[in-house]
């Protein structure tokens, strides 16, 4: 069953601390987005990978890393430097050769810092 | 700032009723425009998308018009039913990095 997964589903934190946020996918795709989702300000990418050991910033990358060490993970680290890190994390991908616009999402990742 | 602005920010509609959210934008490099389907909690599905080549697509009740001249573009749902009650987002997307920039999206609320 062909899907992307994202762990945990709720994630609370202590202000001040990293946290980081899995996604996997064995779609097969190239590509992976990380965006952060707001009440009223749809989805906003913060960073985004084409290929494997490559990634780059999206519009709000600040307070936030990624790596890309396999083709089918993309995690996302939360970092204490992320000035409000409280919101719906949502991680994405899509593949290549005509196919490389559609993007599917997995379910998300609530995170609450307080 | 967004570069796909989207209209009305909710809408409630009848059982039966159609349902029109409009996008706006600027960037007359996007060439690929999707609209997805987002239901409390979970992550958007893709529902239907567009390439400036058409004027409109149909999938289903879902209907998507372009414009290419007033670089606008809407989603149509026609036989609105309860079970379309649901926030949907417009997005836009060029060829050269295959980034989506999302409008701020649409709460439907389908009255029964």
């Known amino acids: 069953d062909g899907g992307i997964t994202q762990s945990p589903k709720y994630l609370f934190r202590k202000e001040g601390q990293n946290v980081t946020l899995s996604c996997e996918q064995n779609?097969?795709?190239?590509?992976m987005y990380w965006y952060r989702q707001d009440p009223g300000q749809g989805l906003r990418l913060i960073y985004y990978?084409?290929?494997?050991?490559?990634?780059q910033k999206g519009d709000i990358a600040e307070g936030y890393s990624v790596s890309r060490e396999k083709k089918e993970s993309f995690p996302l680290t939360v970092t204490s430097a992320q000035k409000n890190p409280t919101a719906f994390y949502l991680c994405a991908s899509s593949g290549r050769e005509g196919q490389a616009y559609e993007q599917y999402f997995g379910p998300g990742t609530r995170l609450t810092v307080t | 700032q967004q570069q796909v602005k989207q209209s009305p920010q909710s809408l409630i509609v009848q059982k039966g009723g159609i349902s029109i959210i409009n996008c706006a934008y600027e960037n007359t490099a996007f060439d690929y425009f999707p609209w997805y389907q987002q239901f409390p909690g979970k992550g958007p599905a893709l529902l239907i998308a567009i390439r400036p080549d058409v004027s409109e697509k149909k999938e289903g009740r879902f209907t998507i018009s372009f414009n290419k001249s007033a670089k606008q573009f809407s989603l149509h749902i026609m036989d609105s039913q309860p079970g379309d009650s649901a926030t949907y987002f417009c997005?836009?997307?060029?060829?050269?990095?295959?980034?989506?920039?999302f409008g701020a999206g649409t709460t439907v609320t389908v009255r029964a």
């Open positions: 997005a836009a997307s060029t060829g050269s990095d295959y980034k989506l920039s």
């Open positions: 990978s084409q290929i494997v050991n490559d990634f």
């Open positions: 779609l097969n795709h190239d590509a």
